[in-house]
């Protein structure tokens, strides 16, 4: 048997903080040339993050985008977001559900990182405000004590969502790039999230109604920021919506109209 001893023992903890550290640093890396950096934080308890990143991955793997996913909401710092073109988040208020440690196998976890900290709320604005595109996606929009964050959206007042339903989409915009050209749509099941909105600081996307109980919620919009520009979009507390050809195009028409690039015609991976 190995003996342990306190020079492993601190040997094993300055590795783990070197790979802390790492994980940190990894986003803060200097950009390649011509690099569009996409910067994610996904998941959480009620939500499924791997299928979240497995779609996004699928969405906006074609492009060539670098996509750089934040295992831990500590790693989205100020030096992160001043280096990414895009940040997609689905996080609503609190801590992770899991603290982050960086060895393969543990048998204690840390508590999780808290969401969103007030350095991180005032990086976001600032950072969409000198052009950085944002994606605020479903749960996202339940961060109601930040404020600063919940005005970047456009949001007077955040709805909490009704039961996990059968949701059709409608009342689509056909006269914004996002949205142009789909038809209502049925996702088989999510939950609505809903907002009451500031009037005339967005453009309205579509709504969306429950099959179950029968409310009608505003359920995406956009809006522009100081140079940025800010799409939400509520669908996304299952993987079945992830799973829909048309929330894929939205995906993917977001992403790019955050940008503000051309949006080319959708490229979704292994079809939708």
């Known amino acids: 048997m190995k003996k342990t001893t306190r020079r492993t023992v601190l040997k094993t903890g300055i590795t783990a903080l070197t790979a802390a550290a790492s994980a940190t640093n990894v986003l803060a890396i200097p950009r390649l040339p011509g690099e569009t950096r996409v910067l994610l934080l996904l998941g959480d308890y009620w939500h499924n993050g791997v299928a979240q990143e497995s779609h996004w991955r699928r969405v906006l793997g074609p492009t060539g985008f670098r996509l750089m996913f934040a295992q831990s909401s500590q790693f989205v710092t100020p030096e992160a977001l001043a280096l990414a073109d895009l940040f997609i988040v689905e996080r609503y208020a609190g801590p992770d559900s899991l603290g982050y440690v960086p060895q393969g196998i543990i048998e204690d976890r840390p508590n999780g990182a808290p969401w969103m900290t007030a350095e991180q709320e005032d990086a976001i604005v600032a950072n969409v405000r000198r052009g950085m595109g944002l994606i605020s ?9 930040s404020k600063k964050y919940m005005e970047l959206l ?10 996990v339903q059968h949701v059709r989409i409608h009342d689509i915009n056909q006269s914004h790039p996002i949205t142009k050209g789909v038809g209502d749509f049925d996702i ?3 939950e ?19 099959q179950q109980d029968n409310r009608t919620d505003n359920a995406a919009w956009c809006r522009e920021e100081g140079e940025g520009r800010v799409v939400a979009l509520l669908f996304g507390h299952l993987p079945q919506p992830f799973q829909t050809k048309a929330a894929k195009q939205f995906m993917w028409r977001s992403a790019h109209w955050a940008m503000k690039r051309d949006i080319p015609p959708e490229n979704l991976e292994n079809g939708y």
Do not use: R
Not at 137 to 145: A, F, Q, V, Y
Not at 154 to 163: F, L, N
Not at 192 to 210: D, E, H, R
């Open 192 to 210: 609505n999230f809903g907002a009451v909105l500031f009037p005339g600081k967005q453009t309205l996307l579509y709504k969306s109604t429950g």
């Open 154 to 163: 456009g949001v007077e007042k955040p709805i909490m969502h009704g039961p």
């Open 137 to 145: 996606m479903h749960c996202s929009i339940w961060n109601p004590e």
């Open 188 to 190: 088989v099941l999510d």
